[in-house]
T-cell receptor
Framework: DSGVTQTPKHLITATGQRVTLRCSPRSGDLSVYWYQQSLDQGLQFLIQYYNGEERAKGNILERFSAQQFPDLHSELNLSSLELGDSALYFC?????????????FGQGTRLTVV | AQTVTQSQPEMSVQEAETVTLSCTYDTSESDYYLFWYKQPPSRQMILVIRQEAYKQQNATENRFSVNFQKAAKSFSLKISDSQLGDAAMYFCAYRSAENTDKLIFGTGTRLQVFP
């Protein structure tokens, strides 16, 4: 158990809908990262938050947004869903900004868009 | 932009034997970190080993070791005494020491372990 909790584990929804994925980082970790893993692909970086502030953006679609709350949990919002958004979405956390220390991954949320 | 390449989509090894997974990367930076992550069928991403580019000594974690060739931009993972539980996807990843945000992942190598 990495200590990073992602909910829900599985999500099935229809095209055009909106969903929210939630991530609770390890206790004490200030930095949260979101990644997307499409079928049999590597992980694509979406966005990073550090202590409530957005720090870096990757290949995140405009239909997607995220935030980190004062209690440091983070949510990834996906709207106007398309079939191609079906993927495994990972959250990772680390105690500090960057990866000099080990980053811990959650078990992911598997999103299926039908 | 930095890139990470894993040229072996699949590898297989006999139990108790040794296998090496390849990874090359492209960067113009001199200071960075390299990682190998394991992703078993459970899909959990597990850090296997980490190498700091400024360290000449190759990292070792029990049965896992790396061969880090900075000039060649190569970072291979050697698994000794392979076990059935080593079967998984293995991802090589790069992080800049200056641009402290994302990890850049390769496309992965699927490792099968045969009894």
């Amino acid at each position: 158990d990495s200590g990073v909790t992602q909910t829900p584990k599985h999500l099935i929804t229809a095209t055009g809908q909106r969903v929210t994925l939630r991530c609770s980082p390890r206790s004490g970790d200030l930095s949260v990262y979101w990644y997307q893993q499409s079928l049999d692909q590597g992980l694509q970086f979406l966005i990073q938050y550090y202590n409530g502030e957005e720090r870096a953006k990757g290949n995140i679609l405009e239909r997607f947004s995220a935030q980190q709350f004062p209690d440091l949990h983070s949510e990834l919002n996906l709207s106007s869903l398309e079939l191609g958004d079906s993927a495994l979405y990972f959250c990772a956390s680390s105690v500090e900004e960057g990866w000099g220390t080990e980053a811990f991954f959650g078990q992911g949320t598997r999103l299926t868009v039908v | 932009a930095q890139t990470v390449t894993q040229s072996q989509p699949e590898m297989s090894v006999q139990e108790a034997e040794t296998v090496t997974l390849s990874c090359t990367y492209d960067t113009s930076e001199s200071d960075y970190y390299l990682f190998w992550y394991k992703q078993p069928p459970s899909r959990q991403m597990i850090l296997v080993i980490r190498q700091e580019a400024y360290k000449q000594q190759n990292a070792t974690e029990n049965r896992f070791s790396v061969n880090f060739q900075k000039a060649a931009k190569s970072f291979s993972l050697k698994i000794s005494d392979s076990q059935l539980g080593d079967a998984a996807m293995y991802f090589c990843a790069y992080r800049s020491a200056e641009n402290t945000d994302k990890l850049i992942f390769g496309t992965g190598t699927r490792l099968q372990v045969f009894p």
